[in-house]
């Protein structure tokens, strides 16, 4: 694991500095470095997705693991970095953005995990000091779309996004991306980590979370899920009868005088579930 003086040396051999509209915020911190590797528990062969590996300080650790990594960068000179200090046959880099747009992965990166997962029949895990501005569209879209190939996230986030990510009903925090991860993944904090962590220093606290795959989902229609649920939030002071249809069949033990944010993750399944079947004749 690289050391901040590695990281910034790295880049001053290069004439490199940070870039702020990348998100670039290094994680030098090399006690919160191992508890993501403790928490991804990576064995040899397995599929390792790594969202802005920046100058390489996880991307080493994971390769050291003997596990196959696919790379994610969008700045061309840390990609040409790391295609100058990453030489192992077990590591794939693009030079690309994430996503294609902010519900939709970038069609290479699909490719990609689409070839080395055998169609997405076998799993891969999402490691990765995500930047702070792609953390929430990219994790909302890894679960609509491939949450049957995903089967853990260790991810470093702003500590807000994190909030929200485990947050509960009846809590400001809790909201569409809270009840989408939560229906598909177990989700823990398994630290924070303040601004001294990183080089140059984030004005804001951040925290690693965990996400494992439910052995059984709460939902088998993610994609329609987060439609509903997008359309009920943006509403979230309303009352369910003002936002739904007059006809809509409330099942006895939701209150359609009750907001959305106030009805646990399971009931917005169940509305979920009753919106999309096709109305009776």
């Known amino acids: 694991m690289q050391t901040l003086s590695q990281i910034k040396s790295l880049l001053t051999e290069r004439n490199l500095r940070p870039r702020h509209r990348f998100g670039q915020n290094f ?13 991804a528990q990576i064995q040899p062969n397995d599929l390792v997705l790594e969202v802005g590996p920046g100058t390489g300080t996880l991307t080493h650790a994971i390769l050291d693991q003997n596990a196959r990594l696919i790379a994610v960068e969008i700045d061309c000179d840390l990609t040409q970095l790391l295609s100058e200090t990453v030489t192992s046959p077990l590591f794939t880099l693009l030079n690309e953005d994430a996503l ?36 929430s569209p990219l994790l909302a879209t890894l ?66 979370v965990q996400l494992t795959r439910l052995p059984a989902p709460l939902t088998t229609k993610p994609k329609q899920l987060a439609a509903f649920l997008q359309t009920l939030f943006t509403k979230r002071r309303k009352q369910l009868a003002s ?39």
Not at 31 to 38: A, C, E, F, G, P
Request: overall charge neutral; charged content about 15%.
């Open 243 to 281: 936002i739904l249809p007059k006809s809509f069949p409330f099942p006895t033990d939701i209150d359609p005088k009750a907001r959305p944010e106030q009805l646990s993750v399971q009931q917005l399944i169940t509305l979920a579930d009753i919106a999309d079947q096709p109305p009776k004749d």
């Open 27 to 39: 994680l030098h911190d090399q006690n919160k470095l191992r508890q993501i590797l403790q928490a």
């Open 100 to 135: 294609a747009s902010k519900h939709a992965l970038n069609p290479t990166l699909i490719q990609t995990l689409q070839t080395q997962t055998q169609n997405f029949t076998t799993p891969f895990k999402l490691i990765a000091n995500l930047p702070y501005n792609i953390a």
């Open 143 to 208: 679960a609509t779309d491939f949450s049957h190939a995903m089967e853990l996230a260790i991810i470093m986030v702003q500590k807000e996004v994190a909030d929200r990510f485990i947050a509960d009903h009846n809590s400001k925090d809790y909201g569409p991306i809270t009840i989408l991860l939560q229906s598909l993944y177990h989700i823990t904090r398994i630290t924070n980590l303040s601004p001294s962590c990183f080089w140059p220093q984030p004005k804001i606290a951040s925290s690693v």
